[in-house]
Nanobody, 121 residues
């Protein structure tokens, strides 16, 4: 499975970005998908996950109400809509495909290369 994340960039606090992750190589709809992020000098943190059908989602408390994860199984793509961005959201964002719906990085088999999100104050 290959994952290609895109959509990162520089945005002012309060702004929005939409990340995309295109998946190829296996049947996309078989995999729960997740987004994680890693700031410099910190561990990789869970952001959001979505079930195979898209009917179930789960968010980290720090992004709940601001971020929305979604997927389009016809396009083999998962999205992360990020609104009301804060400087503390600055990180490299990674998409990943899991063996099961989880917030733990260890449960994800396949990872994209990451896309940088920088939020200025």
């Amino acid at each position: 499975v290959q994952l290609q994340a895109s959509g990162g960039g520089l945005v002012q606090a309060g702004g929005s970005l939409r990340l995309s992750c295109a998946v190829s190589g296996r049947t996309f709809s078989n995999y729960p998908m997740g987004w994680f992020r890693q700031a410099p000098g910190k561990e990789r943190d869970f952001v959001a996950t979505i079930s195979q059908s898209g009917g179930s989602t789960y968010y980290a408390d720090s992004v709940k109400g601001r971020f929305t994860i979604s997927r389009d199984n016809a396009k083999n793509t998962v999205y992360l809509q990020m609104n009301s961005l804060k400087p503390e959201d600055t990180a490299v964002y990674y998409c990943a495909a899991a063996r099961l719906s989880s917030s733990r990085p260890v449960d994800y088999n396949y990872w994209g290369q990451g896309t940088q999100v920088t939020v200025s104050s």
